[in-house]
Structures are given as structure tokens and as C-alpha cells.
């Protein structure tokens, strides 16, 4: 049974790795607004646990891994995107998809990268939401409703993308 388990994960990994490599082609992604809908259920995740003491601040939630090159092309700005909206306290997540503990860390402190990291590496959090290709973006407002979806990597400082973020931004201060 587990030489069984032991070939279906690189399987769903080649996919997911795919799929990174496509949206690395492609450039830049778009932060696309969405009809406000609740994120899934899945209670008792990491993820949960960690927006529920994130109760009434937008939050940014990035799917990520470290052997996916967009996405290690996209985390350093989304550290400065983190610090320039602080102030507005839009709060930046990432979750590390299918990837390695120790990879991750060792990522993160190479590009000085301080965001929460939640460990999703059997891709439960990661189905539960709905994400089939990395890097994936999603923008929660203050009521942790989903305003906004990107597919790939994003240009975090295109004028574009800032009004879209302060489109949710200005909704969650009313």
C-alpha cells in the first residue's frame, strides 16, 4: 500500500510543477476581482486556525513552493508588498505547497523573507481552496470573503494591481 501512495505523489508533484512552468512563461499574472464568496470549508487546517486570529484584517494568501522558479520570483516583493500595506493592516500569508521543510526555510532566510509560512505539504489546504497551479494569489477582506484571484506570478508593483488591493482596502474600512 504505501509503494502505492509513494507513486501518486510525484505524479500530483510533476502536475503541479507543470503547471509552474507554464505560468512562469506566460508573465505576468492578473489580480482579477472576483464575486465575494466565504474561502472553503476545512476546519482544522493550519490556514484556519491562523485567519481566525486574523479576525477582521484583510489577509493575502499565497500558494507557493521553493522549486517553483515564479514563485521564488514573486515572494521577495510579496515581503515588500507585506510592509507597504501594513499599515492598512492587510496581513500576508503564504502556504508552501508540496515542498520540504527544510527547502523552505532555507529560502526564506537566503532572500530575508519574514511572511507566516503554513505547511501544506500533502496538498490539503491547497485542494480545499481550489488551487491547481503555483503561485497562486487570493485576497480576502476584513470579513475573510475572497475579493480577488490570481493564476502566476504577479507584478505586486504595478499601479494596477496597488488600485485593486486598495479597492478591498477601502471596502474593509467601511
Do not use: K, Y
Not at 501512495?5 to 492578473?30: D, K, M, Q, S, Y
Not at 492587510?90 to 515542498?99: G, H, S
Not at 470573503?145 to 494591481?161: F, N, P, T
Amino acid at each position: 500500500m504505501s509503494s502505492v501512495r509513494h507513486g501518486a505523489a510525484p505524479r500530483r508533484g510533476l502536475l503541479v510543477l507543470f503547471a509552474c512552468l507554464l505560468v512562469g512563461a506566460a508573465g505576468a499574472a492578473e489580480l482579477s476581482a472576483v464575486t465575494a464568496h466565504p474561502p472553503p470549508a476545512a476546519a482544522g487546517t493550519p490556514l484556519d486556525r491562523m485567519l481566525a486570529g486574523l479576525a477582521g484584517r484583510p489577509v493575502l494568501i499565497n500558494f507557493w513552493a521553493s522549486w517553483c522558479e515564479p514563485c521564488r520570483e514573486e515572494l521577495p516583493a510579496l515581503q515588500q508588498l507585506g510592509n507597504h500595506w501594513r499599515g492598512q493592516r492587510l496581513a500576508v500569508v503564504t502556504v508552501a505547497v508540496a515542498d520540504q521543510r527544510a527547502r523552505v526555510d532555507e529560502f526564506l532566510a537566503a532572500h530575508v523573507i519574514e511572511l507566516p509560512v503554513i505547511d501544506d505539504r500533502e496538498q490539503q489546504i491547497s485542494r480545499a481552496w481550489g488551487v491547481r497551479l503555483l503561485p497562486t494569489t487570493l485576497v480576502l477582506d476584513h470579513r475573510h470573503r475572497i475579493r480577488l484571484r490570481g493564476q502566476g506570478a504577479i507584478d505586486w508593483e504595478s499601479a494596477a494591481v496597488g488600485e485593486r488591493l486598495r479597492g478591498v482596502l477601502e471596502r474593509t474600512r467601511r
